[in-house]
């Protein structure tokens, strides 16, 4: 049977995306379901005790663009708001960020995450089938179905503002159960920058009413992480507490002290 720990792949990935924005300055920009998979590797050790190591795979970089060439398209909109609809981030969306950022690939990976542990189910191995995921059974509509469903980007944008607003029980599939702590932190994160930044803007709003320059007064905020609250350690460090099968699980990654 595949267990969950064999598909901590999918958001093992965001580790190679974050090496190529530091270190070549690359934006993805579509990541989906389609465009992550994994690799699985089963040898001997040295004492001969069967290993199996998981490894997560990037592909499909027909959208990427250099960081650079982003900022100095910044006015044009039609490079900027791409992606998959269903996995892309709300600010994107509705037009609000017309600037693609790192933090809207977290966003989309965070989507991604999610409807693998909504969606899906785990099927064990029989003698003329090989075990593996199956989409969940049982359900007329399966969660988050209507972000699959709608044409409308504005519609979108409005069920994603919704779903971080009211922090509703995620209806998780029995296998990913283990998984309720990690998403649920990741959600509170954007939940808290969201309205980090909605307090920004208002507040910049009541200056600009009371006559005030943006110059003087204007609270500081960090448009790129909103508010210092999305970063990829804000997405990987929950990882580090999670129980049941997960619990000990070996996180290679040691956050800086800026991490975008």
């Not at 530091?22 to 465009?35: C, K, P, Q, T, V």
């Not at 995620?170 to 702590?181: G, M, T, V, W, Y």
Request: charge should be negative; glycine fraction near 6%.
């Amino acid at each position: 049977m595949i267990s969950p720990v064999s598909l901590l792949s999918f958001a093992n990935t965001g580790l190679v995306h974050r090496w190529l924005y530091l270190e070549a300055g690359i934006l993805h920009r579509d990541f989906s379901l389609n465009n992550i998979m994994c690799r699985i590797v089963e040898r001997k050790s040295k004492k001969g005790v069967r290993e199996r190591k998981v490894y997560g795979v990037l592909t499909d970089f027909d959208l990427a663009s250099l960081k650079e060439a982003l900022d100095n398209d910044y006015e044009k909109t039609s490079q900027q708001r791409t992606g998959t609809p269903p996995f892309m981030a709300k600010g994107l969306l509705d037009e609000t960020e017309p600037l693609h950022m790192y933090r809207h690939d977290l966003e989309s990976l965070f989507y991604i995450m999610l409807i693998l542990a909504t969606h899906y189910e785990i099927q064990p191995p029989t003698k003329r089938e090989h075990g593996g995921l199956r989409s969940r059974r049982g359900f007329k509509d399966l969660p988050y179905q209507e972000w699959f469903n709608t044409e409308s980007y504005e519609t979108l944008a409005s069920l994603k503002r919704t779903f971080f607003a009211s922090l509703r029980h995620l209806n998780l599939s029995p296998a990913f159960e283990d998984f309720r702590s990690w998403l649920g932190a990741i959600r509170l994160s954007f939940r808290r920058g969201i309205r980090a930044k909605e307090i920004h803007e208002e507040e910049l709003a009541i200056l600009s009413q009371d006559g005030g320059s943006e110059d003087e007064d204007t609270p500081e905020y960090d448009n790129e992480t909103l508010g210092g609250h999305v970063h990829y350690s804000a997405l990987i460090n929950p990882a580090r507490k999670l129980k049941g099968e997960l619990k000990g699980l070996i996180i290679r990654y040691d956050p800086p002290q800026t991490d975008p």
